[in-house]
């Protein structure tokens, strides 16, 4: 047999396209537990819908026999588990994308992962979605991963949901099966605030209730899945909502041009419309609408166009065009739900990248307000979010960003959370609303500056971070260091262990959430001092690069030193001043750096000092060395000393 896309080859090209561009498309998932038979689903509705040829089909009989989990019949599977790993070990580990049309509409399915590890590639599934398929296998029931996946669908706005019991020919197909899991779901499910779901009992394998209602389930009388999928309204909200421009890029190709190109997220916008500047509150009139293809009258949510406005302001990629009447919230602070994928668990304190659509901005989560358990919905305390938990978190971000939250505009309410040294994303977040105090706390401008402190001092402030291994030297270094400053009548303070956690920091113990904390406090500290126009020594073992990184990117340009005062371990526990390697060793003594957690050095320190044959006065002379050539200009590149 001969599948084509059209069942009628007398039908013209150009007829056919005309027909698919007037149909309505809708894009939807399916997600579940291993084994519920997701892909099996996707693979009988290409089969069931035509849109698989002849090569095809004979590939996919040749891979059954080699691959396939279904004896003598085709496995329908094959047809979208594509990666080699995948069909080895019989589950989905990407996202497969597939398109197929019925009369009466298109579709863009996302196959998506049920093992739990692969939870960031569910989630990116679900964030275009407009509706899920939650298989349920009729033997298993409702698992932990059905109501992990029906969770984190509603949290990325997915509002209708069909509860597809598969395998229904396996138990006989027997209604009593049925209502038991349709029960069970909507139990749980009807708190998730979706507005449809549509229960089925579906055998993909064999086509029960797939495209054609099937005389085997005769006690039910709903429409069959195809039927449902052909039929539910789609909410086209896109174009009703607040108009929203992201810009990606300002366009300048000759001095008589200059427009912003991006695509348009929502709502709709025409010459002559006015649109605000988000960030900054300026006003003006669209004056063209510029496309590959010409000018445009209007533009409408999808497009992709470039704006010219009648007044020349400032704006650049990050800011957002919106409309007068209805603007986005534009804060530092907000609450957000993180769904969290990376192995290294996310810690507040720690700074990371945040990216929204179009911005870039570094972030910190200030709260870990709680976790979120998927299989009863409480909120748990934790310090800490764990890969694939979903929390929610308060947090900061460098700058002020422009948002709606998610709710409102699934667009413009989104993020995601970026490491800062390898680049790795490292969880997806929806936000709910800004913080009330982010709206009422803003920066004092005042007369009597850093600068004018510092000119006071006849000095220029300077952060100098020293990190290095317990006994490495760190404080004996920059004990002598601020000596020799203090004898050339400079101003300083410094900062380690013994004056910072005996009171600030009395609070936090060294696990790795507190130590993130620790220097977090210290840095932030160490800035208003600066600010002072002091000179601040800040000795502090500081194990994470991240923290450092945070560190450095708080203070003034040209403010922070970091000193690596590398010392190796077996020197460092046989000077052991205080005692603590040889309790840690002994296990007296846990999370201690170096022996059972971990010390990162830095990759490339402002001054790297090996301390081993060197006296602790001469490496604090290079040190007051390098501070001088740097306040008259004369720095060289001797860090490694």
Request: hydrophobic content about 40%; overall charge negative; aromatic content about 8%.
């Amino acid at each position: 047999m001969s599948y084509a896309v059209s069942d009628n080859p007398g039908k013209g090209v150009a007829e056919y396209l005309r027909e698919q561009e007037n149909k309505s498309l809708l894009r939807f998932m399916t997600c579940g537990s291993v084994d519920d038979g997701k892909s099996t689903l996707i693979g009988r509705l290409l089969y069931d819908t035509k849109l698989i040829f002849e090569d095809q089909l004979a590939a996919l009989e040749r891979d059954s026999k080699k691959h396939g989990t279904v004896g003598e019949d085709i496995d329908f599977a094959l047809l979208v588990d594509g990666l080699e790993a995948e069909r080895e070990q019989g589950i989905t580990i990407d996202v497969a994308y597939r398109f197929f049309a019925t009369e009466r509409r298109k579709f863009i399915v996302a196959d998506t992962p049920g093992h739990e590890e692969y939870t960031r590639n569910m989630a990116t599934g679900a964030s275009t979605a407009d509706l899920a398929i939650v298989l349920v296998d009729s033997r298993q029931g409702i698992l932990r991963q059905t109501r992990r996946h029906s969770f984190i669908a509603s949290l990325l706005g997915i509002r209708h949901v069909v509860l597809a019991v598969n395998k229904i020919d396996l138990v006989g197909y027997d209604r009593v099966v049925f209502d038991r899991i349709v029960s069970e779901y909507l139990e749980f499910a009807n708190n998730l605030g979706f507005k449809t779901i549509q229960a089925i009992p579906i055998s993909a394998r064999f086509g029960d209730n797939v495209s054609h209602r099937s005389e085997k389930t005769h006690w039910y009388d709903g429409p069959s899945l195809i039927e449902h999928l052909e039929t539910i309204p789609i909410e086209n909200d896109g174009l009703d909502k607040a108009f929203r421009f992201p810009v990606q890029y300002v366009s300048r190709p000759s001095l008589d041009f200059r427009g912003f190109a991006g695509q348009v997220a929502s709502g709709s916008i025409a010459v002559g419309d006015e649109v605000v500047v988000a960030k900054s509150g300026q006003t003006s009139r669209i004056k063209e609408i510029v496309t590959h293809g010409g000018l445009l009258e209007r533009a409408v949510e999808g497009q992709a166009v470039t704006l010219i406005l009648e007044d020349q302001l400032e704006v650049s990629r990050g800011n957002m065009l919106v409309a007068p009447d209805n603007r986005p919230h534009v804060a530092d602070q907000f609450q957000a739900h993180v769904i969290w994928f990376d192995a290294d668990a996310m810690i507040p304190g720690r700074s990371y990248i945040l990216r929204t659509e179009t911005d870039t901005v570094s972030a910190t989560v200030t709260t870990l307000k709680h976790n979120v358990d998927v299989n009863s919905f409480a909120h748990i305390a934790a310090k800490a979010l764990h890969m694939n938990e979903v929390g929610v978190c308060n947090l900061s971000t460098q700058a002020s960003i422009a948002f709606d939250s998610y709710a409102t505009n699934r667009a413009t309410g989104n993020f995601v959370l970026i490491d800062r040294l390898s680049n790795r994303t490292l969880g997806a977040g929806m936000i709910d609303f800004p913080l009330r105090r982010a709206q009422n706390v803003h920066w004092q401008a005042l007369e009597v500056n850093r600068d004018a402190r510092a000119a006071l001092m006849h000095q220029r402030p300077a952060v100098i971070w020293f990190t290095g291994l317990s006994g490495s030297g760190k404080s004996t270094v920059a004990n002598n260091l601020e000596k020799l400053l203090h004898a050339k009548g400079r101003h300083t303070y410094m900062l380690d262990g013994d004056n910072v956690r005996h009171g600030l920091n009395r609070d936090l113990g060294f696990t790795e959430e507190d130590r993130v904390e620790n220097i977090r406090r210290v840095a932030e500290v160490a800035k208003l001092m600066a600010d002072a126009g002091l000179i601040v020594l800040v000795s502090f073992i500081s194990p994470f690069r991240s923290e450092r990184r945070f560190a450095r990117e708080l203070m003034n340009e040209g403010d922070f030193l970091e000193v690596y005062v590398d010392t190796p371990l077996e020197e460092c526990a046989h000077r052991d001043p205080k005692g603590l390697y040889k309790r840690a060793l002994s296990g007296e003594i846990r999370n201690f750096t170096g022996i059972d957690s971990p010390y990162e050095p830095p990759e490339n320190p402002d001054l790297h000092l090996k301390t081993v044959g060197t006296e602790p006065h001469e490496l604090a002379a290079r040190i007051e060395s390098l501070l001088e050539r740097r306040i008259h200009g004369t720095e060289s590149d001797d860090r490694d000393i």
